[in-house]
């Protein structure tokens, strides 16, 4: 197990970077963060040259692959780290060095057993993109088809193992403070990432969700996922299709290409409606670099590391609360998360409908160029403070795509009005799930499981069955033994702790000095 040390001096090293970006300023200065974290983050911000705007994309690039990725994910979290640095860090790209080609051949054949000249007839050793997990090249196979081929960067698995293992302890801590630094979940959140993340570095997987993607849009004549070749697909090789098209965020040659700008828009948003509405399984990294617009005006998607699953009554919900925007019913939208237990029951229903009226009217009828996101975003996490709203980390993948899908949605169409392009797929989807054929066909299905149940019925009392609802259960926690707990007190160890900092920061400064 890694020392409290280690950890200590990696977040230090890190800091040190997030203050030369001018990215700690928002926390410590947020009411919200404990005083605690206030003290290390004057400490490591100590002798620092700040920027007057703070760029926290730039800052995380520079910390290293795992922290692009966590970087991305607290983009998703405004509540988290505050609206600006949301904004910002929506803007964060896998875009880093790509590794030598010398090695992409060792790690090709390495996991085929084989030469690359056996797979590919040709192979461009330089690649199209280089991301923060893997690299893609431009190929040709041995039967003459057009590929794209995504090799893993060697040792990129134990880095981020080391990595996440220090966000691990530093949430347990940052956790263990109680209050708001409870209540938004820390712990969870890199849970999740961990669990993303070890997604993400098996192609295999990758390969997989593509697959299973593809069969769910098959019948979407507006959206393409390319098809895998299974034989040159390994953990650290994934070789797929090649899209020939122009990317979604190129607007100006798409308009040159005659593509229709409003169609595109609407295309994209019902794509993403269908996945995550229909499907209950979506792409979930959808921004403007992993899509392209094929000449025939079909969307093309790649990289699916980052997929997203909702069970089927959190669809339902999820569909609910939508169209309840779009309609103004937020009474039902209120009822809705008091079902899902996403407000503790001890609050009213009415009080919460009415707060939600208060951030979604402003929104109603007007085209997103108009909106002020910050203003909506501001009103909304108000809320989740005033009514007790936990995290819910199953939906945090939901949200973030959302987002993805609202910015290459307005880029494409700055008029594009999401509440009318999404009202009639959510209201026909809830018509066709929640009418009377729908609740035909769910009462005969729970009929069915009912008869399943009874002899399991009999054998065991009715608390112990499984309880239907729309959030998975929350992944296993690691247990980290917290510093206080082996120093005795929270003083003492907040003293060493300092201490500990001072002395790192005084030895980097001492070496920056030198």
Known sequence: MTRPVTHILRLLKWGRILAR??????IESAPQTPPGVKRLCRIA?????????????????????????????????????GDEAARNLLTLQDALAPVGFDAIRREIETAFETPLDSLYSEFDPDPVGSASIAQVHRAVTTDGRQVAVKVRRPGIDKQFARD????????????AFGGEAARLRPRQVIANFRRWTLRELDLRREAASASELADAMAAVPTYQVPAIDWDRTATRVMTLDWIDGIKISHRDALIAAGHDMEALAANLVHAFLRQAIAEGFFHADMHQGNLFVKADGTIAAVDFGIMGRINRQARYWLAEILY????????????????????????????????LRAVGEPM?????SELSVGQMLDGLFAITRDFDMQTQPHLLL??????????????????????DVSGPFVKEWIRDELGPEAALADG??????????????????????PRKGAAPPAPPLPDIPLMWERNGTRTGWRYALTALAGAAVGAGALHWLG
């Open 21 to 26: 970006h001018g990215a700690l300023r928002g």
């Open 45 to 81: 911000r100590l002798g620092t040259i700040q920027p007057k705007i703070p760029d926290y994309a730039a800052a995380f690039q520079a910390i290293g692959p795992a922290a692009v990725k966590l970087g991305q994910t607290l983009a998703t979290r405004p509540d988290l780290v």
């Open 164 to 175: 996440i293992e220090t966000y691990e302890w530093a949430a347990a801590h940052l956790e």
């Open 324 to 355: 309840g925007l779009t309609t103004g019913n937020y009474r039902r939208v209120a009822e809705i998360h008091f079902e899902a237990q996403y407000v503790p029951a001890y609050h009213s229903v009415e009080e919460f409908a009415t707060a």
């Open 364 to 368: 109603r009828g007007k085209p997103v």
């Open 398 to 419: 939901l949200q973030k795509t959302m987002v993805m899908v609202e910015g290459v949605a307005t880029m494409l169409d700055p008029k594009i009005n999401m509440w």
């Open 444 to 465: 005969i299905r729970e009929q069915g499981r009912t008869l399943a149940l009874i002899p399991d019925i009999i054998r065991r009392l009715d608390d112990q069955l």
